[in-house]
């Protein structure tokens, strides 16, 4: 079975994800990771160095083979929906949860972060805000389940997962 979490950045599909596996006894997958394998360099020097539009393509291709490789949970990147190609190619081959979480609450997770190449702006929040416009529907639009991520615990979370599979 592959297991795909989607959501913005902040959302914790690493952490929730990471311990879903270990629950399930899957090996747990992140796109950034093995995207970062294949670039060589963190992701964001290569926003600076390439641009966006040569991330989303290797993006593409990362999450083409990860969603080939067999049984899985799978974190994808934030942006991992903007392809109509990569929401086609998740909702067919995995199971997808959203994990939805309002801006301000990812505000609050991430507003010392530096790592981020969408998140180096003056005004972070508003920009989370943007990108809760863009991305909800396309979430929804991508995934079989919809968890609340509010504050729970990533256990409590870990378990509203699992009674959705
Ligand atoms: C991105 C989110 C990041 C990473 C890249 C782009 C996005 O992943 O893929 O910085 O477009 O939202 P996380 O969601 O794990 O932060």
Do not use: W
């Amino acid at each position: 079975m592959l297991i795909v979490l989607v959501g913005l950045p902040g959302s914790g599909k690493s952490t929730v994800g990471r311990q879903l596996a270990r629950r399930l006894g899957l090996p747990f997958r992140d796109s950034d990771h093995d995207i970062e394998a294949r670039i060589g360099c963190s992701i964001r020097e290569f926003f600076e160095r390439e641009g966006e539009a040569a991330f989303r393509d290797i993006e593409q291709e990362v999450i083409r083979e990860l969603t080939q490789v067999g049984p899985c949970v799978l974190a994808t990147g934030g942006g991992a929906v903007l392809r109509p190609a990569n929401r086609e190619q998740l909702r067919r081959t995995g199971c997808v949860v959203y994990l939805r979480s309002a801006p301000e609450e990812l505000f609050r997770r991430l507003r010392h972060d530096s790592q981020r190449p969408l998140l180096q702006v003056a005004d972070p929040l508003q920009r989370l805000r943007a990108l809760y416009e863009e991305r909800d529907p396309l979430y929804r639009e991508t995934c079989h389940y919809v968890i609340e991520t509010g504050r729970p615990s990533v256990s409590t979370l870990v378990n509203m997962v699992m009674m959705q599979l």
